[in-house]
């Protein structure tokens, strides 16, 4: 409803777009990632819960030719470090075998079939990369060894919270991090120019064809979602509801302070 009252082919700051906001940041993660194309190996990517690591990644992977990379993404990293492979298995069309030595050869066989083969390279994304398991982060290094350890022929993204390049910096997990070629941090969007930038992107590429918020009420939004995209574009979205029975084709500061208060 509030879409079609604010003239918006999606929300504001939300999934559905595909014209990311870039001052910066995103080109040097662009950059980073097309490293590892080229050179596969380990990248991590850092940053708070709703900085957008997720949807930035999304985008530069949409551009990849499929004939080339193989991309291959897990979210779901609450689970045993067998089951982790397992799932990595059967996106590369391998039936997982029962015991966890069986399964590494049967998926780094597959690997090299497909990169010695086909010319094509897996790309792994481990999103919510902070929760997974202890001895994952310990064995990971031995299972990237190929050909006594002469080839790269996958390339990996560990992303999370900041707290995972903490962990991966500790002595038990030393052989990982070592293999780490590329680090990116992507941060909040907290400076004010940068943010009513960022707001007024957002707003243009959902289609709003005029400014919804005074200078005011974007000075509210920023401090109330600390520069973080998720948290802003609920904000603006919450806003744009309670909006929509009033009859405003506006987002006045009282109706943002109402719209922070409703999601706290």
Not at 25 to 33: A, K, N, Q
Not at 203 to 230: F, M, N, V, W
Request: net charge neutral; proline share 6%.
């Amino acid at each position: 409803m509030y879409l079609q009252h604010f003239g918006l082919r999606h929300p504001p700051l939300g999934k559905d777009g595909v014209e990311l906001w870039d001052d910066g940041g995103l080109g040097h993660l662009g950059e980073r990632f097309n490293w590892l194309l080229q050179s596969p190996g380990i990248g991590l990517l850092t940053g708070e819960p709703g900085v957008g690591k997720t949807a930035a990644l999304r985008h530069l992977t949409c551009a990849l030719n499929p004939h080339r990379h193989q991309v291959i993404y897990l979210a779901e990293t609450d689970f045993g470090r067998t089951d982790l492979y397992r799932g990595l298995a059967r996106a590369l069309g391998v039936e997982p075998a029962y015991r966890r030595a069986q399964l590494w050869r049967d998926i780094k066989n597959r690997i090299h079939e497909l990169v010695d083969g086909k010319q094509l390279t897996p790309l792994w994304i481990i999103d919510e990369a902070q929760n997974l398991p202890p001895e994952f982060f310990r064995d990971f290094p031995a299972f990237l060894n190929f050909a006594f350890d002469a080839r790269d022929l996958i390339t990996v993204w560990l992303v999370g919270h900041p707290s995972l390049a903490q962990t991966l910096e500790r002595a038990p997990y030393a052989a990982l991090h070592s293999r780490i070629q590329v680090q990116v941090k992507l941060k909040p969007v907290v400076e004010r120019e940068r943010f009513a930038a960022f707001i007024q992107h957002g707003l243009k590429a959902a289609g709003c064809p005029h400014t919804l918020l005074a200078d005011s009420g974007i000075e509210l939004l920023r401090q109330a979602s600390k520069g973080l995209p998720r948290q802003a574009g609920l904000i603006l979205c919450t806003a744009m509801r309670l909006a929509v029975p009033q009859g405003l084709n506006h987002l006045p500061d009282a109706l943002l302070e109402q719209a922070i208060e409703e999601l706290r």
